[in-house]
């Protein structure tokens, strides 16, 4: 069974701090993907970012990064220079290689929250 | 290019009653999945549903059941709700493994 922990339940941080959101999974799949999503007060998940599981290069996107490593099955996201936008509850997400993204096993999310 | 909308907004049921989600996936989307998100959790797979056949079913009771239209939009029925069923729930359309695309989801509210 697949299995994602975001020990983190919340996070406050303030503006321009960097703030690192942790996800460690657990699947018997060799061949699987990792999803971060952000989920603002309108409820909407917004999709950030995908990695499949050969894949362990990490990603640099503006003020986000994502550092994926099979070895310790994390998949931690940095957010660097924190602003008040970025307060919303992130999920990390898995799903396997045989369905579609859809169809994916969520943590319970870390909401957080950057003050001004 | 609309996203995946859902309707209603909100909706408050009696316990006992049964309530009614609608979902219209991405033009072009033939697959539309079902999370129930309770309060500070969250999202539990419910149901997904793939040119019109339940394809894959979560971890809840059969009063939780739905179904998808020739146009590939999807109901989603709650009977005889009960209060621990109140929750947003969330629909979500894909193509392929790269990605999935949500609503903004219906916040179901059982008194």
């Known amino acids: 069974a697949q299995k994602v922990t975001q020990a983190q339940t919340e996070i406050s941080v303030v503006e321009k701090e960097d703030v690192t959101l942790d996800c460690v999974y657990e699947?018997?799949?060799?061949?699987?993907?990792l999803f971060w999503y952000k989920q603002p007060p309108s409820g909407e998940l917004v999709f950030l970012i995908r990695?499949?599981?050969?894949?362990?290069q990490n990603e640099i996107s503006g003020r986000y990064s994502w550092n994926f490593q099979k070895s310790t099955s994390s998949f931690n996201f940095t957010i660097t220079a924190s602003q008040v936008v970025d307060s919303a509850v992130y999920f990390c997400?898995?799903?396997?290689?045989?369905?579609?993204?859809?169809?994916?096993?969520f943590g319970d999310g870390t909401t957080l929250t950057v003050k001004p | 290019e609309a996203g995946v909308t859902q309707s209603p907004t909100h909706l408050i049921k009696t316990r006992g009653q049964q309530a009614t989600l609608r979902c219209s996936p991405i033009?072009?989307?033939?697959?539309v999945y079902w999370y129930q998100q309770a309060l500070g959790l969250g999202l539990q797979f419910l149901l997904w549903?793939?040119?019109?056949?339940?394809?894959n079913r979560g971890n809840f009771p059969p009063r939780f059941s739905g179904r998808q239209f020739p146009n590939y939009s999807s109901e989603l029925n709650v009977n005889a709700l009960e209060l621990e069923d109140s929750a947003l729930y969330l629909c979500?359309?894909?193509?392929?493994?790269?990605?999935?695309?949500f609503g903004q989801g219906t916040r179901l509210t059982v008194v």
């Open positions: 979500a359309s894909s193509l392929s493994k790269l990605e999935a695309f």
């Open positions: 699947t018997r799949d060799t061949t699987y993907y």
């Open positions: 990695r499949n599981s050969f894949d362990e």
């Open positions: 997400a898995l799903s396997e290689a045989d369905t579609n993204a859809g169809k994916s096993t």
């Open positions: 033009s072009g989307h033939t697959s």
């Open positions: 549903y793939d040119e019109g056949e339940e394809r």
